[in-house]
């Protein structure tokens, strides 16, 4: 051991001397069989390096050198023989460490910033992928390292973390450079100028096969690298192309290349049949649409047992050169257009052409009203016998009127005239008054009467329409109203009386048209009238009274909304006295006559309407209501008789069972779950309302 010690010294000694030659000279290296400490010792003289060794470092190297190698190599050529003996120098405060190489990494420094250091020394550096994923290419790299050194990924700024020689990082960070680039998994736009987008990508998954085309939701077990994903963007007719190999992106493109070719005619003509919207409308909001004119509003829907005017007219598209046109009798369109312009509006018919939703409209009107009234007053005459030449005096009181049933004279002409109430008078016989005839005698008259009338209306139209189609109930009376009476006379001798009389609904009505949003908020243009005949012996006509509301509200789905009313309450006295007279306490009473009336109306409007999307709801309404009108008629039954027959009220058929419907209760049924939530209420539920 000491013989080679010294060997190494002497090698040193001969081949660098201080001060013999310049530090840059160049040398030549020789150290055969030479340990490890005493290599170490020579070159750190001859590099001005301080090393610390492991004690596990042990073992003898050969750096033999045929020719001078320059001075600033000699490190380099250090560290090289130390790789091949497993072990590692680690720079750090201006000291080399001379360490295993598994353990090297965990003393290794950071590479330089703007680059990794050449030669044989142990690094650490840090590589942030911009395209490629750090975790895809881990599997690539692992094989190129050494297998003491490490490489991780860190996902949070995808970057990959690798401690190895700097030669070996410099290799690596080319292979990183050639691989992270953009284009792999890149979606490219292809547009087209003749062929429509979504035509020309049924086209693709027909041909290619299922190994290399994957749709949305259909993701085969295949290779990544051969799927290639394509999508139809109608608005720009383009096909949107996505694949991780690019030779699968180029070969799509050049299949759409030849498809996207102008066809031998200038238009074709396409046949659209529509599943729910209207042709003769969507026609026409197509034409505003395509030719940039808004226009009037779509006319309304043709009556039964016709067309709409200009359901068979065609109008220019626009500078295309298409038509549309609309079939009735199909409800179909016809649309002559290039295959660009046809993928436009096929677009646009596939959005308009949607099932509408449709609205259930319930309203509840509730009217109540009472009127009190009374009176009460004494009334009397003294006539004696008018027919005497004699002179008499004759005085009394009267009130109320002629007319008015309350009257004494009207009670002494006819008694009958009295109206109802308690009427209490005294007669002395008749008496004959000039001008009018024999009447009764009626001395004096009291009258008492109080009447109170109630009355309580609860009327809930309802009614089924579509979304943003207005919708209008009729419930009452046609009442004729005289317009107009003149008599004709001509040649003949009596005159021919002739009236004109228009007929005009009396009763409840209700237009509603509803627009549901997205959200299933309700927007509601609502008219409300109730109407009723209150005198038919008028004689300049009918009088009738009307409440009417006319409004827009914004209601939530299955909500109820007030839509306003009434609250009156009147209260009217009158009295009839003679002056002075009547103001004396208590014998006043035979001196006047008083009257009080009091009437109270309550009326309010409510309206609950619920949005219907699907058939399932459709049905519960319908058979809800079904059972409810088969529950009355069930009630309406005549009971038995003993004598007279019995004549059963015709009923309904039972209604068929719905298929969500559950299963009739079983024999024995469990008692009930207090702690499961409750139903929700019926369609018909209205919250209690207190007057």
Same mark, same amino acid.
Request: proline share 8%.
């Given at each position: 051991?000491?013989r ?8 040193a000694?001969?081949?660098y ?8 000279e160049?040398?030549? !290296?020789?150290?055969v069989? @030479?340990? +490890? ?17 492991? =004690? ?6 050969? +750096? ?26 680690v ?7 001379? !360490? ?9 420094g ?10 044989d020394?142990?690094? *650490? ?7 490629t994923s750090?975790n ?34 410099r ?13 792999g998994g ?6 087209l ?12 998954n ?7 085309i ?6 085969g ?8 994903y394509?999508?139809?963007? @109608? ?20 299949? &759409? ?45 043709? =009556? ?12 220019p598209?626009?500078?295309?050169g ?15 257009a ?14 308009l052409d949607v ?8 309203a509840?009107?509730?009217e109540?009203?009472?009127?009190k009234?009374?009176e009460f007053g ?10 005497s030449?004699q ?7 009267n ?16 008694l009958?005239a ?11 016989g ?6 009018i ?5 009626l001395?004096a008259?009291a ?19 579509l ?23 001509? #040649?003949?001798?009596?005159?021919t009386?002739?009236?004109? +009389?228009e007929?005009?609904d009396?009763?409840? *009505? ?10 299933g908020t309700?927007?509601?243009?609502? %008219? ?17 009274k009307?409440r ?7 209601v939530?789905?299955?909500?109820? &909304? ?6 009156q ?6 009295m009839e ?6 103001? +004396? ?5 035979? %001196? ?7 009437s ?39 009971? #038995?008789?003993p004598?007279?027959?019995?004549? =059963?009220?015709?009923?309904l ?12 209760p079983?024999a ?5 779950d207090? *702690? ?16």
């Open positions: 051991m000491m080679r010690f010294a060997l190494a010294l002497l090698a000694a001969c081949l001397a201080p001060g013999a030659r310049p530090a840059d160049p040398v030549t !290296l020789n150290f069989n @030479a340990d +490890i400490e005493s290599v170490a010792a020579a070159i750190g003289k001859m590099t001005n390096r301080n090393f610390l060794i492991d =004690p596990r470092v042990k073992g003898t190297v050969n +750096i033999v050198s045929a020719r001078p190698v320059p001075a600033a190599a000699v490190y380099g050529i250090f560290l090289s023989a130390l790789r091949l003996q497993g072990f590692a120098a720079e750090s405060g201006g000291v080399t460490k001379i !360490l295993l190489e598994a353990d090297a990494k965990l003393h290794a950071t590479a330089p910033a703007r680059g990794v250091a050449g030669g020394r142990l690094q *650490t550096q840090v590589y942030t992928l911009k395209y750090a895809q290419l881990m599997p690539v790299l692992r094989p190129i390292i050494s297998p003491n050194n490490t490489i991780a990924a860190f996902a949070g700024n995808n970057s990959l973390v690798i401690t190895d020689y700097g030669e070996n990082l290799r690596i960070e080319r292979i990183i450079e050639a691989i992270d680039r953009p284009g890149e979606a490219v736009v292809l547009p100028h003749y062929a429509a987008a979504a035509d020309v990508v049924q086209t693709l027909r041909v290619l096969s299922d190994s290399v994957a749709t949305a939701g259909q993701a077990a295949v290779d990544p690298s051969t799927r290639v394509l999508a139809a963007d @109608a608005r720009t007719n383009s096909i949107v192309v996505r694949s991780e190999n690019p030779a699968r992106v180029a070969h799509v493109q050049a299949l &759409v290349g030849q498809l996207d070719v102008q066809t031998g005619t200038a238009a074709n003509v396409h046949v659209v049949y529509l599943k729910n919207a209207e042709a003769v409308r969507l026609a026409q909001t197509l034409r505003g649409v395509l030719s940039g004119d808004a226009g009037p509003a779509p006319a309304p829907a043709a =009556p039964l047992g016709g067309a709409p005017a200009g359901a068979g007219q065609a109008a598209a626009g500078q295309g298409g038509m549309v046109q609309a079939d009735p009798a199909s409800n179909a369109l016809l649309v002559s290039p295959d660009a312009m046809f993928a436009h509006i096929k677009a646009i018919i596939d959005k099932r509408r939703a449709q609205v259930y409209v319930e509840l009107i509730v109540i009203t009472a009127d009234a009374a004494i009334q009397w005459q003294s006539l004696g016998d008018l027919s030449t002179s008499r005096v004759i005085g009394g009181t009130f109320g009127g002629t007319g008015s049933g309350a009257n004494i004279i009207d009670a002494a002409v006819n009958g009295l109206g109802p109430g308690l009427n209490i008078g005294v007669v002395k008749q008496v004959t008054i000039p001008g005839g024999t009447v009764t005698n001395s008259l009258r008492a009467l109080e009447t109170d009338a109630n009355a309580n209306i609860l009327s809930t139209p309802n009614l089924l329409t979304d943003n189609e207005e919708a209008r109930i009729v419930i009452g009376q046609n009442v004729p109203f005289i317009t107009g009476q003149y008599a004709q006379t001509g #040649s003949a001798t009596t005159a009386p002739f009236q004109t +009389i007929r005009r009396v009763g409840l *009505t209700l237009r509603v048209k509803p627009q549901v949003s997205e959200g309700v927007r509601l243009q609502i %008219f409300q009238e109730i109407s009723s005949v209150a005198d038919q012996t008028n004689a300049a006509g009918v009088i009738t009307k009417a509301i006319e409004s827009t509200v914004l939530d789905d299955g909500q109820i &909304v007030a839509l306003g009313g009434l609250m309450d009147s209260v009217s006295t009158g006295k003679v002056p002075l007279l009547g103001d +004396i306490p208590l014998l006043g009473l035979l %001196f006047r006559y008083e009257t009080r009336k009091q109270k109306t309550n009326l309010m409007v409510f309206l609950r309407p619920v949005v219907l999307r699907d058939s399932a709801s459709y049905g519960s309404v319908t058979a809800g209501r079904y059972k409810e009108l088969l529950g009355e008629q069930e009630k309406s039954q005549m009971p #038995s008789h004598v007279l027959p019995d004549y =059963p009220a015709p009923l058929p039972p209604p068929p069972v719905q298929p969500d419907e559950p299963a009739p079983p024995n049924p469990a008692p009930p207090q *702690t499961a939530p409750k139903p929700p209420p019926p369609l018909s539920y209205w919250p209690a309302i207190v007057w």
